[in-house]
């Protein structure tokens, strides 16, 4: 009987034991279950997230765009460039060279070199007329025996350009008169028009008139003269600048010897080209006119204000 009773207990104490490890593995499963439900979906992460306003968004590279196959050159046609030179012609003859007291050799070249100036045209405008003076002018040439002159109006004067030109003038009465470029006519001077000394002026009309119009162009005098050249008070061996005087077409270029070549000045409003680092002063000298011809000049002295004769003459056109 005794041992029935204990059997019973320990009966009861299993049941017991079993009751409660059934109720802790249902509690841990009930744990877990809510520890799985708690944890964030992997799946609501995904969705784009919009930047706030004010943050820098980082984006994906942009894949490379297809290169485009690159012209031909032989498809392609060439565009000029603005302000770009186009090059000089050669003369069509030797260029001539001869001593400053020489007998020149002259050349030709194939086109012109004027500016606005053309030869071979012919001018529409009005002649003025001016008080001359001693005939010297914007040109810097000095005194002049023939009053002969004019002045350039300031377009057609063409930063001196101008200076040294025989214009032919005509009045609309078939009166005519030659006159050499000295000057420069400031504006209101218009584009076209000439002011004629006093004494050039009385060739075609009474001076009183004032004003009358005009036909003129270049022309290419016959002269015995030959070209001289001029320093400029103030000229050395460090600066100096260089006219030519008595030309008889227009003047294109006036160049230097430097090393093994030539090197063209700039010419001044004042009739000069102004070598300003003293690059070939006093050394040879190469003038080209309107039609190309070159002479070139040896043997003129570094002595400024003084013309010197060269025995060169341009051909007459």
Not at 75 to 98: D, Q, V
Not at 165 to 174: D, I, P, Q, S
Not at 257 to 265: E, Y
Request: proline share 8%; net charge positive.
């Amino acid at each position: 009987m005794h041992e029935t009773r204990q059997a019973a207990r320990r009966r009861r104490r299993r049941r017991v034991l079993m009751t409660g490890t059934t109720a802790a593995l249902a509690t841990a499963g009930l744990l877990v279950f809510l520890v799985m439900a708690l944890q964030p979906d992997p799946k609501a992460d995904a969705r784009p997230v919009t930047p706030a306003a004010g943050s820098q968004e980082t984006l994906p590279p942009t894949p490379p765009e297809q290169e485009q196959p690159t012209t031909s050159p032989s498809a392609a046609s060439p565009t000029p460039t603005a302000g770009a030179t186009t090059p000089e012609p050669s003369a069509t003859k030797p260029t001539a060279r001869a001593s400053a007291t020489g007998t020149p050799r002259e050349t030709s070249a194939a086109v012109s070199l004027a500016g606005r100036i053309q030869p071979g045209s012919t001018y529409r405008g009005v002649a003025t007329v001016y008080q001359a003076g001693d005939g010297d002018g914007a040109c810097l040439y000095g005194s002049s025996d023939d009053m002969m002159i004019a002045a350039m109006n300031t377009t057609d004067y063409e930063t001196s350009k101008a200076c040294g030109a025989h214009v032919l003038v005509r009045a609309a009465n078939g009166a005519s008169v030659t006159v050499l470029i000295t000057n420069e006519c400031p504006l209101p001077c218009a584009p076209g028009q000439l002011d004629l000394s006093e004494q050039a002026f009385a060739k075609l009309a009474a001076p009183s008139t004032g004003r009358i119009a005009v036909t003129w162009s270049l022309v290419s005098p016959g002269t015995s003269d030959t070209i001289s050249i001029r320093y400029k008070t103030g000229s050395s061996s460090h600066w100096c600048a260089l006219q030519a005087i008595g030309h008889r077409n227009p003047l294109a270029r006036l160049e230097v010897s430097a090393g093994s070549g030539w090197r063209q000045l700039t010419r001044t409003e004042y009739n000069y080209f102004l070598s300003a680092d003293g690059s070939g002063c006093g050394g040879p000298i190469r003038i080209t006119d309107i039609h190309g011809e070159r002479l070139v000049v040896d043997g003129i002295a570094l002595r400024p204000d003084a013309a010197q004769q060269t025995g060169l003459q341009f051909a007459r056109r």
